[in-house]
């Protein structure tokens, strides 16, 4: 089983609808969450990132965690054609790596295409 | 303007050639990362280096080689071991906080090709 599952998509809706994008991860250490955003042949660039249970909110995204059912959820509300993409969830636990840095590990992306 | 840089953009190689990508960057950051992305498998992590003159294995590092000689300089080879090089390769550099927040900014990618 993987530590982060994210459904691969692709997701496709209609310009101005609410995308909701979803991961569940199995690592009770994650303590942070993160969204990426990559376009085709791009690197990803980040989002938006939260710590504690719960909403936050940035212009159309809002990132929603519950701790509690290790579930993260990004909604865009009033989608447009350049928020196609592919959004990469991520989370990062303490000292995972050797030396005690923190290390990030990402789902599997969702691919969105929002259609005129 | 500050950023990180990846070259070359593409890059194509032949069979049993070791190959090296480049990334630079202006940040600041004491921390450089190189990841593999495939189509469905995510990012996976190759090599990092949390210090100049010091890098660790990720969880992919067979078949790849790294140096940082200088904090702004991380360069990944690509050795003939590698038994399936083919992929988009992304560096990033970053820092983690001790509450556990590890921010990445990444390059722009290297698409490598096997011929």
């Known amino acids: 089983q993987k530590e982060v599952e994210q459904d691969p998509g692709p997701l496709s809706v209609p310009e101005g609808a609410i995308v909701s994008l979803n991961c569940t991860y199995s690592n009770s250490a994650f303590q942070y969450f993160m969204w990426y955003r990559q376009y085709s042949r791009k690197g990803p660039e980040l989002l938006m990132y939260t710590y504690s249970s719960g909403n936050k909110e940035d212009g159309r995204f809002t990132a929603q965690v519950d701790k509690s059912s290790k579930y993260i959820s990004l909604f865009i509300r009033d989608s447009q054609p350049s928020d196609s993409a592919t959004y990469l969830c991520a989370m990062s636990a303490i000292g995972e790596l050797t030396g005690g840095g923190n290390k990030l590990t990402f789902g599997t992306g969702t691919q969105l295409k929002v259609e005129l | 303007d500050g950023g990180i840089t990846q070259s070359p953009k593409y890059l194509f190689r032949k069979e049993g050639q070791n190959v090296t990508l480049s990334c630079e960057q202006n940040l600041n950051h004491d921390a450089m990362y190189w990841y593999r992305q495939d189509p469905g498998q995510g990012l996976r992590l190759i090599y990092y280096?949390?210090?100049?003159?010091?890098?660790q294995k990720g969880d992919i590092a067979e078949g790849y080689s790294v140096s940082r000689e200088k904090k702004e300089s991380f360069p990944l080879t690509v050795t003939s071991a590698q038994k399936n090089p083919t992929a988009f390769y992304l560096c990033a550099s970053g820092y983690s906080l001790a509450g556990g927040y590890n921010e990445q900014f990444f390059g722009p990618g290297t698409r490598l090709t096997v011929l």
């Open positions: 280096s949390q210090i100049v003159n010091d890098f």
